[in-house]
């Protein structure tokens, strides 16, 4: 992910915001499946799932998702994902 001062690709603006969230769980998509953590006490739904920093801007609405380090090292090995 690239410094949060940068400017927008899609309309140049600066009003770039950034949250961290869990990439799948309740009633929506596994976002990046295969790439989740291994489930530990007390995380079976809320802390399997690989993260995502999610960047949007304010002005246009250009929303970015950015797979954390643990889930795109599991990549090479993971099934279902292939090289472009």
């Given at each position: 992910m690239k410094n949060?001062?940068?400017?927008?690709?899609?309309?140049?603006?600066?009003?770039l915001?950034?949250?961290t969230t869990n990439s799948?769980?309740?009633y929506g998509p596994?976002?990046?499946p295969g790439l989740e953590r291994p489930i530990?006490?007390?995380t079976f739904f809320s802390g399997t799932f690989a993260q995502l920093t999610?960047?949007?801007c304010a002005e246009c609405g250009l929303t970015r998702?950015?797979?954390?380090?643990?889930?795109r090292a599991k990549l090479p090995?993971?099934?279902g994902w292939l090289p472009i």
């Amino acid at each position: 992910m690239k410094n949060e001062s940068a400017k927008c690709p899609e309309c140049g603006a600066e009003s770039l915001h950034r949250t961290t969230t869990n990439s799948g769980g309740g009633y929506g998509p596994v976002l990046l499946p295969g790439l989740e953590r291994p489930i530990s006490w007390g995380t079976f739904f809320s802390g399997t799932f690989a993260q995502l920093t999610v960047v949007v801007c304010a002005e246009c609405g250009l929303t970015r998702f950015y797979a954390d380090a643990e889930a795109r090292a599991k990549l090479p090995q993971a099934t279902g994902w292939l090289p472009i």
